[in-house]
């Protein structure tokens, strides 16, 4: 077996909800089976490329199917819970239309800058940049029993943000409240900066940007 298809064997079973590659491929097929019991691929076209990798288009769909309906992918990322498709991007072809008319080479899709985080639609997703997408992760498997960017160090609560690999110490204070209001401040005005960066060099489209400018971090994230 050539390296490249091993490598891929362990990349689905580690990552994407326990199908070997060739179970996946299988399922992939025209015709073939429903994905999760639930979606259905309506394409001919193959999807691999010409180095034996999985094709963006596909690559994409398969995950986003993963996250809403593979009970593996939402222990290991409970944010993903309660999560759902569309009905309309059930069928492949629906979403390649979709994917070809939106998609950016390297680039995330986001379901929580133009929703509520918890659809994935034509009207809810966009492609942004990794380093966005990054920073609006809500880290729910981590984060404990005190609001987003809030921990407790003694008889104190301390507020951070990450960003870019690295936390941000914001300081400590008497209650959680006051913690995660200090959090809020730094990490809504964090997200403006980048959205403003990001827009003035051509980087985001004007949509995502406004959506930037208006995001709000809730206590309950």
């Known amino acids: 077996m050539e390296l490249h298809l091993k490598r891929k064997i362990q990349f689905f079973n580690k990552r994407e909800g326990g199908y070997s590659f060739p179970c996946f491929l299988k399922r992939m097929k025209m015709g073939v089976n429903k994905i999760y ?28 199917l993963s996250r809403c309906y593979c009970s593996k992918t939402q222990k290991r990322q409970p944010a993903y819970k309660g999560c759902v498709v569309c009905e309309e991007w059930l069928l492949f072809s629906n979403f390649k239309k979709w994917f070809d008319e939106n998609y950016q080479k390297g680039y995330d899709l986001d379901k929580d800058i133009l929703g509520n985080g918890k659809l994935y639609s034509p009207q809810t997703c966009c492609f942004v940049p990794h380093e966005i997408n990054n920073l609006l992760c809500k880290q729910v498997r981590c984060r404990g029993e005190y609001p987003i960017g809030v921990c407790r160090v003694n008889n104190k609560y301390k507020a951070g943000l990450r960003f870019n690999g690295k936390t941000i110490g914001l300081g400590y204070f008497i209650t959680p409240q006051e913690a995660f209001n200090t959090y809020k401040k730094a990490k809504e005005k964090l997200i403006k900066d980048l959205a403003k960066s990001y827009f003035e060099n051509g980087i985001i489209i004007e949509k995502i940007y406004n959506a930037l400018i208006n995001y709000k971090i809730n206590i309950t994230d």
């Not at 259905?40 to 596909?58: A, C, R, Y």
């Open 37 to 64: 019991n639930i979606a259905f691929n309506d394409s001919d076209e193959n999807v691999l490329n010409e180095k034996g990798e999985l094709k963006p288009v596909f690559r994409h769909w398969y995950n986003m």
